[in-house]
């Protein structure tokens, strides 16, 4: 069984300030995606990545894919109360069905 | 394009019942996928759905049983409900294979077993 973990679990941070939160697993990842959710709503993805050591920027947020495919992080830089949510990870293993993470849950305080 | 769309978005059961929940997925998608999610487990896999044809399962027990119709509609069948199955019950939708496309989400279905 492959398990996806996140780290860390919680994090409250005051706007303006830049956090990162990590995705990890044991099993190479065929392709990994990274999903903020809100309260009452079901998961948006923010972004997939597929090649190791690729990096992808979308706005504030920027998504690192580790060398090995093992691992990934996202970094947020000057967090709004607007990026408060669960982000998620998911990976997909050879070709399989996603496995997601337990997510990290942020609070970006005003 | 219409996103996912699921109903009913809350419902109340009590333990024994059983529950039928549904899924419309994103005009042109063939695949469907549910997941359950709870603050213990998070988001796990239930099944996937592709032209009617189940292609991948989850761990869980047979109680938990789903379908998808020709126009790849879908629909979720839980039986004897258990304190255990309150969730967030969530269908996903993409082109082709769930593992190899995006996947968009619906709202999810919440559960309330009493």
């Known amino acids: 069984t492959q398990l996806l973990e996140q780290s860390p679990q919680f994090l409250s941070i005051q706007e303006g300030e830049n956090l990162t939160v990590y995705c990890n697993s044991s099993s190479v990842f065929s392709s990994l995606q990274w999903y903020r959710q809100e309260p009452g709503e079901g998961p948006v993805l923010l972004v997939t990545?597929?090649?190791?050591?690729e990096v992808k920027k979308l706005k504030r947020l920027t998504f690192q894919f580790g060398d090995a495919r093992k691992d990934s992080s996202l970094h947020i830089t000057a967090a709004q109360p607007g990026d408060t949510g669960l982000y998620l990870c998911?990976?997909?293993?050879?070709?399989?069905?996603?496995?997601f993470g337990p997510g990290t849950r942020l609070s970006v305080l005003p | 394009k219409a996103g996912v769309t699921q109903t009913p978005r809350y419902l109340i059961k009590t333990r024994g019942q059983q529950v039928t929940l549904s899924c419309s997925p994103i005009?042109?998608?063939?695949?469907v996928s549910w997941y359950q999610q709870t603050p213990g487990q998070g988001l796990q896999f239930l099944f996937e759905y592709f032209s009617e044809t189940q292609r991948n399962k989850g761990n869980f027990p047979g109680r938990f049983s789903g379908r998808q119709f020709s126009n790849s509609r879908s629909e979720m069948n839980v039986s004897t409900l258990e304190l255990g199955d309150s969730a967030l019950y969530l269908c996903?939708?993409?082109?082709?294979?769930?593992?190899?496309?995006?996947?968009?989400f619906g709202p999810g279905t919440r559960l309330l077993v009493l």
């Open positions: 998911a990976g997909v293993f050879a070709g399989q069905n996603f496995v």
């Open positions: 005009s042109g998608h063939r695949s």
């Open positions: 996903a939708s993409s082109l082709s294979r769930a593992g190899q496309e995006t996947q968009y």
């Open positions: 990545v597929v090649t190791g050591g």
